[in-house]
């Protein structure tokens, strides 16, 4: 006979941590409920280096993928946004015109309290200028772009925004999660949930492993915000079948070039870039793996990458991200089996040959210019708006919610931390009047 769970009694439970679900804990702590937040990740305090993210990343997606797609993700405290650029882009405009759901107000109460905005010129490092300058030059509308970041704190000679920002300069859900944990919600780590418990087909909380044993926490809502890669799984072990059928993952490539006295791995990444290809589902942005991924990349493309790691000081580059065709599956382990497209490729071929030419503008030697291979970095459609929630982000099973990309109901081809937050203050209203 196993232990006897722990019980926590909340009126909102939220599964993971990332920016829909921390929005949903802060908000709903703010107007006095009862939250348990409830993340499968440790919440380490040392952050900003190689080490300390290889502990937090999910090493089966990064290293043993399956399929011909790789998608990385974080397991800790603000979820993947605990290592990411921090750019800033807002919902696209077809989920209203589509879907007729206004995110307005909450994208500009967003604005507001992040202070999002471009980052100063001085912020600007020198190859992403030599790279905007260069677009400039053929034609290409290439400017700042808004950031999660605070230019108070933040370091022109600190481009370790990927790593962690170890300066507290980037807004990630882990501040959100502090917030609401400072307003008395409870944060518990290492929980692994198993199942969403139900009685006469609504939620009544989720059961979870943890290092101290079980735990059953008892809710009136249940919100699951675990990814596009997490959250299905819960769903399906809750009799919602179709969960996890169908996915995008914001497919990446990032062609370099070597140019002798500058490096993107030096600058504050994804400072200026393009999305005025965004309709075709392209857009473009300056950015370099830091070093040891940037390795990793040239042994995936092929051994004879690999000494490309020694110019590594000499290199810029540019990330085109695309929007891709939903589909594939999240398998039962977690993991994701996702093909790309003919459809797709040409896209990415398409942003590779319009960042070979700016980086031959910027002075890159031609000879040195090759392209990485495909990588993904947002998985999700798997839960979609229409399909497996309603516009109100409910499921099937009544008192069970997601905020996530799961959530999101075509492919995105965009950054969607600023949709999720957008998403999170949405439902946390709904939420605070029925619990």
């Not at 019980?7 to 409920?33: F, I």
């Not at 990411?84 to 807002?90: D, I, N």
Request: net charge positive; proline share 7%.
């Amino acid at each position: 006979m196993g232990d006897k769970p722990r019980k926590l009694q909340a009126d909102v439970a939220v599964v993971g941590s990332g920016p829909g679900g921390a929005t949903v804990a802060r908000e709903l702590a703010r107007q006095g409920k009862k939250v348990a937040i409830l993340e499968r990740g440790k919440n380490p305090r040392w952050t900003g280096n190689l080490l300390s993210t290889f502990f937090i990343m999910d090493k089966r997606s990064l290293l043993f993928p399956r399929g011909s797609v790789r998608v990385g993700r974080a397991l800790t405290t603000g979820g993947s946004s605990a290592i990411y650029c921090g750019p800033a882009v807002p919902p696209p405009e077809w989920i209203k015109a589509k879907y007729q759901i206004d995110l307005g107000e909450f994208v500009e109460e967003a604005r507001r309290e992040i202070g999002i905005k471009p980052l100063p010129e001085r912020l600007i490092g020198p190859a992403a200028q030599r790279i905007m300058a260069a677009a400039r030059d053929l034609g290409f509308n290439w400017n700042p772009m808004d950031k999660f970041i605070d230019p108070e704190k933040c370091e022109l000679k600190c481009p370790h925004c990927m790593l962690g920002c170890s300066k507290g300069a980037i807004w990630n859900a882990r501040k959100s999660i502090e917030e609401a944990v400072g307003l008395g919600a409870t944060l518990v780590n290492q929980a692994l949930v198993q199942e969403v418990l139900r009685e006469n087909g609504r939620a009544t909380g989720v059961s979870a492993l943890t290092p101290h044993g079980p735990l059953r926490v008892e809710a009136r809502v249940t919100v699951l915000a675990a990814g596009g890669m997490a959250t299905p799984l819960l769903l399906r072990r809750a009799g919602l079948t179709e969960a996890g059928q169908g996915l995008f993952v914001d497919p990446l490539i990032i062609t370099y070039g070597n140019c002798k006295g500058l490096c993107s791995g030096r600058d504050i990444p994804m400072t200026a870039g393009t999305v005025e290809f965004a309709p075709e589902g392209i857009i473009m942005t300056d950015l370099a793996y830091p070093w040891a991924f940037y390795l990793l990349n040239a042994y995936w493309k092929g051994w004879r990458y690999v000494p490309k790691v020694l110019g590594y000081n000499s290199t810029i580059g540019i990330m085109t991200k695309v929007r891709d065709a939903l589909g594939g599956r999240v398998n039962p382990d977690g993991t994701v089996s996702k093909t790309i497209t003919d459809e797709d490729r040409q896209k990415l071929e398409k942003g590779a040959a319009m960042a070979e030419k700016i980086l031959k503008r910027a002075g890159a030697d031609p000879r040195s210019i090759y392209t990485s291979p495909v990588g993904a970095a947002h998985p999700g459609g798997t839960v979609r708006i229409g399909q497996g929630v309603d516009s109100d982000l409910q499921t099937p099973i009544q008192n069970l919610y997601v905020c996530d990309t799961s959530i999101i109901p075509e492919p995105l081809g965009l950054p969607p931390v600023w949709t999720l937050i957008a998403f999170g203050k949405r439902l946390a209203r709904k939420l605070a009047s029925a619990v």
